[in-house]
């Protein structure tokens, strides 16, 4: 008796097992799938979110700078109303790759850079010169406030070994162009001595020198040019006596 008891006990759990109609397990198995799809969903939803939030923060992170400037973010200029005066600032290349420059101005009428832009290897450096023209301050004050509305700007780009600066390289890559700083103008007292007036007046001896310098014609390779236009020029004359030769042995076969 015990074991047909425990027989009926066991047929009862397969049974029980084998009740559930085949349309529920269906909707199950199709229920589990909904779930699992609507999961990746979520997921997906969380990857695509996760991507913008990174590219946001990236965007609000600040720009790693390219060129280390001195002055960092002024340019200083004599006060002489009336006249136009000259700043300086260094530029010099601070990454590892080959950076193109340019200068931009909110008064491309009165103010203008030597040189405008140019392309700096890594560790290369120069001094700018800036020019502006200075106008008269009105009701005839000595001068005005020390600041002014007029700003430059220095952006940069990364470029390739060996290229040549044209302007048109910051119009092709506008999304790699970064800007390294934004420069104040600020006017310098002529009569009273102070530490950036001098740093000034040497920083513009040092831009004269090097324009100077970049004047001057390349040393010749070529001949060499003894009293008056006497050429010495070893290839010449080997080739006169070449076809000097010539002629002699073309004289000797007729």
Request: charged content about 30%; proline content about 7%; glycine content about 6%.
């Amino acid at each position: 008796m015990a074991i047909a008891d425990e027989k009926s006990h066991s047929d009862g759990k397969v049974w029980s097992i084998c009740r559930m109609p085949f349309w529920q397990s269906g909707n199950a198995s199709s229920s589990s799938s909904q779930n699992l799809h609507h999961q990746q969903n979520i997921d997906g939803s969380n990857h695509h979110s996760s991507t913008t939030v990174s590219s946001v923060a990236r965007s609000l992170l600040p720009t790693r700078r390219r060129l280390r400037l001195d002055p960092r973010n002024k340019l200083y200029f004599p006060y002489e109303p009336g006249k136009q005066v000259r700043s300086a600032i260094r530029i010099k290349n601070t990454s590892k790759s080959d950076v193109a420059f340019k200068f931009q101005t909110t008064a491309p009428k009165s103010c203008f850079m030597r040189p405008p832009g140019g392309i700096l290897t890594p560790g290369e450096s120069l001094i700018a010169t800036v020019f502006k023209f200075v106008e008269h301050p009105e009701n005839n004050e000595k001068q005005p406030d020390q600041k002014s509305k007029v700003k430059f700007k220095i952006v940069s780009l990364k470029v390739k070994g060996g290229m040549e600066y044209v302007p048109e390289l910051f119009d092709e890559q506008k999304d790699q162009v970064a800007v390294e700083q934004i420069l104040r103008v600020v006017f310098l007292d002529v009569e009273r001595p102070t530490p950036a007036m001098e740093k000034l007046k040497r920083q513009l001896a040092e831009a004269e020198a090097a324009l100077e310098a970049r004047k001057k014609p390349p040393e010749e390779t070529g001949p060499r040019i003894v009293g008056e236009g006497l050429v010495i020029d070893e290839w010449k004359e080997r080739r006169e006596r070449y076809l000097a030769q010539q002629q002699v042995e073309g004289v000797d076969s007729v």
